[in-house]
């Protein structure tokens, strides 16, 4: 029930009450009382009036804030959206510039074993043709003379050697240059063509083990592994990496892989060590990068560098 109805009802009531009394006998009383009566129903009216006009305002205020809300909500999530798409982003790129350092890695290491290849091979060059200059302008040997030491033997009538077997075996089949092992497979790995690949840095490792490009090649068995779903496969080879490697280029990646591997395994604490382990060793480099932000998804404390301190 409203202020108004009320009024109206307190009106009524009132003149109910009255006695009826000719219009002559009413007294100054009365008139004064419907006055007050009539004064206070209009002060009623004024203040419902003003109750509706402040509760339109209240009401009004709250659907505005309510639209307010709602518009920093809506921009809360997008910014958590926007967030989120940006942290996808840049580990999409940190990775991908991580592939292409590694591509560049490799191709800097191929260059070099080429040089040092073209360098042998002038070397050679140089040194035979200093021999061909040192020796005597009457180098042939006089007919009936005897072999010099060290001479092969004459070649018998049936034009092998004196004293050489006529079934000797032949000689054994050899390896595929090291450059052109090694650019097969890594065109093989980058084609994920992972099972020829693996079979030719197994011959790589197999027949150029101490060439620069072998700790590559080793790391590329680790990572075909890792692609293949064979963890435990790849820590291992990942290890062989870090043991046998452990200043070539890829000793970091390995490491980094090796951490993931074994968080693949369900061994985070020893993911964790990996991983920490690779911040503090090569705290600067990309591999580390990526080993924080998986940390951080972890939940795992990142190490602090180590202070340098100062010659005394």
Known sequence: MNLK?????????????????????????????????????DRIAHMQQSFDEQMGVM???????????????????????????????????????????QTLNDSLDELKARLEKTSKQLSDIATEQQ?????????????????SPGAPPAAGPSGEPNGGSAGAPSAAIQA???????????????????????????????YYAT???????????????????NYEAAVADYDKVLEAFPGGNKAAAAQLKKGYSLLELGRKDAGVRELNSLVQRYPHSIEATQARERLRKLGATTPHPAPTHKAQ
């Open 131 to 147: 021999n061909m200059l040192q020796q005597p302008a009457n180098c042939a040997a006089p007919t009936g003379a005897p072999a």
């Open 176 to 206: 595929p240059p090291a450059d052109v092992l090694y650019n097969n497979a890594l065109r093989d790995y980058n084609a994920a063509r992972y099972d020829l690949a693996l079979a030719q840095f197994q011959d790589y490792i197999k």
């Open 211 to 229: 060439t620069d490009l072998a700790g590559n090649a080793q790391y590329y068995i680790a990572d075909i592994e890792y692609h293949s779903g």
């Open 5 to 41: 109805k009320l009024a109206a009802m307190a009106a009524v009531v009132l003149i109910v009450a009255t006695p009826a009394t000719p219009a002559f006998a009413v007294s100054k009383e009365i008139i004064e009382l419907q006055t007050q009566v009539q004064d206070l129903a």
């Open 59 to 101: 009401r009004s205020l709250v659907t505005q804030s309510t639209d307010n809300v709602n518009k920093l909500s809506q921009a809360t999530q997008t910014m958590q959206t926007t967030l989120q798409q940006q942290s996808t982003d840049s580990q999409s790129k940190v990775d991908q510039v991580s592939g292409q350092i």
